[in-house]
Structures are given as C-alpha cells and as structure tokens.
C-alpha cells in the first residue's frame, strides 16, 4: 500500500514538473507547425501554379499587362472566386473541380497560398522537380461538339490530329478559340495558315501571352496544327 502510494506521488510530481515545461514549449512548437503546413501549401502552390498557369501568367506572374499576381492587393476570397469559376469574356477559365476544372478546393487555397506568399526560388525549385510536359487546364473537360466544323485551310506538319485535339484543349485553347477552334472569347482559328498560327502562338497577340517551347514544344505545336487542318481524329 505505501509503495502504491510512494509511486502515486511521483507521478503527480511528475505531471507538476512537465506540464509547465510542456506549456511552455507549445506555443513554439505549433508555431513550427503552423510554418510547416504553409510551407507545404506555398510549394504545392508552386507546382500547381507551374503545370496551370505559368503559360498565361508567366514565370514571374507578369505576363498579362494589368495581372502582376506577385503584388496583388485582391483579397483571398476574391482571388478564390476567379481561380474557381474563371471570368466570362476573358482567357481565364473556371479551374475549380465544381465549376468543370481539375482543381479541388485545397489545391485552389495552396496556389494562392503561393502568389500570396510568392518566391521566386520556390518556383525554380518546383520547375525542377516537374517533368516537362503540356500544362493542364480545365478546358479538357469541356464538352465535346455535336459535329466537328469543316476543315480549316491549314497545312499540317507531320503532326497527328488526334494528339493535336488532346493537347488543344490540355493548353487551354478551347477555352478562348473554342473546342474545334471556331472562335469564341477569341478569333476563330479557321482560314490560318500553319505559319500564321505558329507566328501566333510563339510571338503571342493582343491576349494572348506567347508560348514557347518550354511550355508548349514543336512537335506538339505540329500535333495541333495537324489537328485545326482537320486531320482524322
């Protein structure tokens, strides 16, 4: 009974030693936490913002005279808002999954989480560990024509119409030139030669920012233009 008790009294001690200690250290210990998790979302961000919007907005988020999103003064709801459902009548389209996109609503947060938090570091990093390839954009999911339109007067280049028609709509294409490229929010590409439409794409117009081969290569420029000739799909 007195050894119960010896050990009952050591554990009390004990609890009266480490629960100030452990107080004491919480508020730094969730503060690491808290840094931890941004961390984690400013990099998830970057990626995101790498593979959906670094084709328009560019490396340092510039590209689009009036966008700079490294100093925007929008607030998080807002810059919510137009990631989610786009903005009719301009080349943004609606990324978030409820709105047809392939963003989920933390991956929404974690790019903001980014442009808010903007480095440019972390960005190289995340263009590093990226594989190099078309970037997505949720205008893949739009829904396919009734009927495909008539063949556009363009000379393809050994590119494969099938490829062309994935990747049109993957780069964001559709959202703007619509889905077989008759023009939408953007002019329609029928009657564009191949070297006007390859002018276009890697010079950009009005809008449109310019593509490079970094973010969109020759053989897949070929694939789309094969596909706008109105290959075999």
């Not at 030693?17 to 969730?30: D, K, M, T």
């Not at 593979?51 to 490396?59: L, R, T």
């Not at 490229?181 to 029928?190: I, M, N, R, V």
Request: aromatic share 8%; proline share 6%; hydrophobic share 40%.
């Amino acid at each position: 009974m007195r050894k119960k008790k010896t050990i009952c009294l050591f554990m009390v001690w004990l609890i009266v030693i480490f629960i100030p200690i452990y107080w004491w250290y919480e508020p730094a210990r969730q503060e690491a936490a808290i840094a931890r998790i941004k961390g984690a979302a400013v990099a998830g961000g970057a990626e995101i913002y790498q593979s959906h919007c670094v084709a328009c907005h560019g490396n340092t988020g510039d590209n689009i005279p009036g966008k700079h999103l490294r100093r925007t003064a929008l607030e998080e709801a807002m810059l919510v808002k137009i990631i989610s459902r786009g903005r009719p009548g301009t080349g943004m389209p609606a990324f978030g999954d409820d709105e047809g996109g392939s963003l989920k609503k933390f991956e929404v947060s974690d790019v903001i989480a980014f442009i808010r938090n903007w480095d440019q570091s972390i960005f190289e990093s995340a263009a590093a560990h990226l594989p190099q390839v078309t970037a997505k954009s949720p205008a893949s999911g739009l829904p396919a024509p009734a009927a495909p339109y008539e063949a556009a007067p363009v000379t393809a280049t050994g590119g494969d119409a099938k490829q062309g028609r994935t990747i049109f709509r993957d780069m964001g294409c559709a959202g703007c030139h619509g889905n077989e490229g008759q023009g939408d929010s953007a002019p329609s590409l029928k009657g564009k030669n191949s070297a006007t439409i390859r002018k276009i794409v890697r010079s950009g117009r009005n809008d449109m920012p310019p593509y490079d081969a970094a973010s969109l290569s020759d053989s897949d420029l070929n694939h789309i233009i094969a596909f706008l000739a109105g290959g075999k799909k």
